[in-house]
């Protein structure tokens, strides 16, 4: 796709949505010449999560109790826990800011009207109710000092501490098979559209909110010269971006979008737990870049090797026996050099 910009669009930007996004954005920066950014709705959803989570410690235990005494991660009616976390992620009184790399990164700013709201994040934390809601990035607050992107789901499989043993599992609530159930959900509302697009029926609702994903926002900023500023993926661009991450990586930074194009902003130095953490995963993202780029099988081990998930759970024989596992399930999908 990017040689067909290359050649037909050299000054196009590429919008890209495609996961493993970190690992996307530097390949495409390291094998070709088009301008792009990669665009994750996690940072906007963790905003609405803190923002949830800071409200129902302000409520105290009986009002916080009428919207999660119907709520289980597991069971149970959402809907009133749904409506208010929506309410939540509209709320523009909050200003936050956020950056490290994509799926983990750090909100830096919380606060309202000048006040900071981490405290109430952490008085959360030491109720178990709302705690059960988001066990995995609660916990990393109190230990590392900030709450994370993705979701607790997503921020377990980056990190060696969480999917140990069944017992830790159903300590923090996880359920491992999750986005498998996510993925049928995604399938079976597109098919749902499809079915009513092609029958010329509504699919959404007159009341459906305002989508927080970024590439409209983007294009409308860049058409009009009204800025708007949003998280972007971008290369690190020697350090210029977070200057104690690796100069060749991809970050996630606020960034600026205007008729100008895109600004990505220079945060400086994270705090160093939270850059230890993420360089972690950077060394395991340019090991899979490698392979692809270099068609090497050797390398797809070494990224293996390396995950933090996966060292904490298997010897380096068993790792190779899962990679080529791996490899052979995907059959025919998989690049020539890995058949």
Not at 185 to 194: G, I, M, P, R, S
Not at 230 to 256: K, W, Y
Request: net charge negative; charged share 20%.
């Amino acid at each position: 796709m990017c040689r067909d910009i290359e050649q037909v669009c050299p000054s196009a930007l590429l919008l890209t949505y495609t996961n493993p996004m970190a690992t996307h954005c530097l390949a495409i920066e390291r094998a070709s010449r088009v301008r792009h950014v990669g665009l994750c709705h996690g940072v906007s959803y963790t905003r609405g999560r803190m923002i949830m989570l800071a409200r129902l410690a302000e409520m105290g235990p009986s009002k916080a109790g009428e919207i999660l005494a119907p709520w289980d991660p597991h069971e149970g009616n959402r809907n009133r826990f749904s409506e208010f976390f929506h309410e939540c992620v509209q709320d523009s009184e909050v200003q936050a800011v956020c950056a490290g790399i994509n799926h983990m990164a750090a909100y830096l700013v919380f606060r309202r009207n000048g006040q900071d709201l981490y405290p109430l994040l952490r008085q959360a934390y030491t109720d178990e109710r709302i705690r059960k809601i988001e066990h995995v990035r609660l916990e990393l607050m109190m230990r590392f000092g900030y709450f994370m992107t993705e979701t607790c789901g997503h921020i377990s499989e980056y990190l060696p501490w969480f999917l140990k043993d069944p017992q830790e599992i159903q300590r923090v609530r996880l359920r491992p098979n999750c986005y498998l159930l996510t993925c049928e959900d995604l399938e079976k509302t597109f098919q749902e559209y499809k079915r009513k697009a092609q029958a010329g029926e509504p699919f959404i609702r007159s009341d459906e909110p305002v989508s927080i994903e970024y590439a409209s926002w983007i294009i409308n900023a860049i058409q009009t010269n009204q800025p708007y500023v949003f998280n972007g993926n971008q290369h690190n661009r020697g350090g210029a971006l977070i200057s104690n991450l690796p100069g060749d990586c991809c970050v996630e930074v606020p960034t600026v979008a205007s008729g100008l194009g895109l600004l990505p902003t220079s945060m400086g130095a994270l705090p160093a737990q939270l850059a230890a953490m993420m360089t972690s995963n950077i060394s395991v993202q340019d090991l899979v870049v490698r392979a692809v780029l270099e068609q090497s099988r050797q390398h797809v081990y070494h990224a293996a090797y390396m995950d933090p998930n996966t060292a904490a759970s298997l010897t380096l024989p068993k790792i190779e026996e899962l990679v080529d596992e791996m490899i052979a399930a995907h059959g025919e999908l998989m690049p020539a050099f890995l058949r």
